[in-house]
């Protein structure tokens, strides 16, 4: 490890999980496992991974996806979930099925869950990465169809979430 930044299983769980956002984070994740499997190698965490995500990144993440849908609650097996998931991916050791806040989140159900049609004003704008880990192509273009003639969809030759200039993209 790097004197006051060790790097912990957890760290390079989330040095995983946050360089896949962007094809940007991929060379510096291979370089740190390369590195952390290397006997005689230091691993050097990179700065934006060595402290915890910001509190209103990590609010508005959570608004988002937790009232997406009801989540299962804590007693709903996340515990079983979890050890199948360690012994089969060791890397991520359980991340992926792991219990999230969404689990305690209080989620009102909308009287009549909205439905996606293709009627109304057709000024939808989708911009889609073709290799996004948190939403794939395939749900874009479930989407894209439910929308029909009102929507166009842009998809970029490259992985990602969040195809913004801000994150490198010009269009």
């Known amino acids: 490890d790097v004197p006051g930044v060790p790097l912990t299983g957890n760290r390079l769980r989330q040095a995983l999980h946050g360089s896949l956002d962007s ?13 952390a499997g290397d006997p005689q190698g230091r691993p050097v965490l990179p700065p934006e991974l060595a402290g915890a995500l910001p509190d209103e990144d990590a609010s508005l993440t959570m608004a988002v996806i937790c009232n997406d849908v009801r989540w299962p ?18 890397l ?8 999230t806040p969404c689990s305690f989140w209080k989620h009102d159900e909308e009287p009549r ?10 000024n939808v704008l989708m911009i ?6 948190a939403t794939p192509l ?13 929507a ?3 998809t970029v030759g490259q992985g990602g979430h969040g195809m913004y200039l801000g994150s490198g993209n010009a269009c």
């Open 152 to 154: 166009r969809m842009v």
């Open 73 to 90: 609650g804590p007693d709903s097996g996340y515990a079983r979930r979890v050890a199948a998931d360690r012994a089969r991916y060791p």
């Open 23 to 35: 094809d940007t984070g991929f060379a510096p994740l291979a370089r740190l496992i390369r590195s």
């Open 92 to 99: 991520t050791a359980g991340l992926p099925a792991n219990i």
């Open 138 to 150: 395939a749900g874009a273009l479930k989407m894209r169809a439910a929308l029909g003639e009102r």
């Open 113 to 122: 869950p909205t439905r996606i049609t293709d009627e109304g004003p057709s």
């Open 128 to 133: 889609q990465s073709l290799r996004d880990p």
